[in-house]
Nanobody, 133 residues
Framework: EVQLQASGGGLVQAGGSLRLSCAAS????????IGWFRQVPGKEREGVSC????????KYADSVKGRFTISSDKAKNTHYLQMNSLKPEDTAVYYC??????????????????????????WGQGTLVTVSS
């Protein structure tokens, strides 16, 4: 059973930093994308960043480029989102998710990296990040 557990959210002042963690287990493919998403009430869930298990390549939403860094520790099966220079508009519930790269799932072998929420197959529970001004 695929499980994702996000943690690390909290309250931080504008300009501060937080590191979110996503503990993963039960993956049955070696090729996948880990994505971080965020959502505020009344808005669509927004893709923030993703990382490839195959080669470590990354992708970021324009709104977080230069401030957020995604990374993975495969030995720990844990993935991270380091968030620096936080802004009040970063306030949201943050989710981690996995997109399996397989013909049996939405993304096939040659699929480019994606921040589309519908491309992701399994989701963790959210962790709330609140940035005060």
């Amino acid at each position: 059973e695929v499980q994702l557990q996000a943690s690390g959210g909290g309250l931080v002042q504008a300009g501060g930093s937080l590191r979110l963690s996503c503990a993963a287990s039960g993956f049955f493919f070696d090729d996948y994308y880990i994505g971080w998403f965020r959502q505020v009430p009344g808005k669509e869930r927004e893709g923030v960043s993703c990382i490839s298990s195959k080669d470590g390549s990354t992708k970021y939403a324009d709104s977080v480029k230069g401030r957020f860094t995604i990374s993975s520790d495969k030995a720990k099966n844990t993935h991270y989102l380091q968030m620096n220079s936080l802004k009040p508009e970063d306030t949201a519930v943050y989710y981690c998710a996995v997109a399996m790269i397989s013909p049996d799932y939405a993304l096939g072998a040659d699929s480019p990296m994606t921040l589309g929420r519908w491309d992701y197959d399994y989701w963790g529970q959210g962790t709330l990040v609140t940035v005060s001004s």
